[in-house]
Nanobody, 126 residues
């Protein structure tokens, strides 16, 4: 069955870095755009970053542009989110998601994503 498993979350201090990973199985990973979303307590789930099936197209939320980098490895069926200069506002549960899409323009819309992981918690606090 389809599985998306996030890892790498934790408690860090403001200004620190953290790398999240998402391991995929049960579907043709290389045919799917992949994305990270996050949800803070009491807030709606929001888009963070996305990458096209080939890795040739990426997009980022304005709030993380220049601080976060999304990447994927189709051979290993994994995706990552490297986060730098973390802020308290980055505190959230981070989810990876998959969208069947064969162009280089990954979507930022939640409703486009077919599969979701269970999430990994990131807490940024001093």
């Amino acid at each position: 069955q389809v599985q998306l498993v996030e890892s790498g979350g934790g408690l860090v201090e403001p200004g620190d870095s953290l790398k999240l990973s998402c391991a995929a199985s049960g579907f043709t990973f290389s045919s799917y755009a992949m994305a990270w979303f996050r949800q803070a307590p009491g807030k709606e789930r929001e888009f963070v970053a996305a990458i096209s099936w080939s890795g040739g197209g990426t997009r980022y939320a304005d709030s993380v542009k220049g601080r976060f980098t999304i990447a994927r490895d189709n051979a290993k069926k994994t995706m990552s989110l490297q986060m730098y200069s973390l802020l308290p506002d980055d505190t959230a549960t981070y989810y990876c998601a998959a969208d069947y899409r064969l162009n280089q323009r990954p979507s930022a819309a939640r409703y486009d994503y077919d599969y979701w992981g269970q999430g990994t918690q990131v807490t940024v606090s001093s």
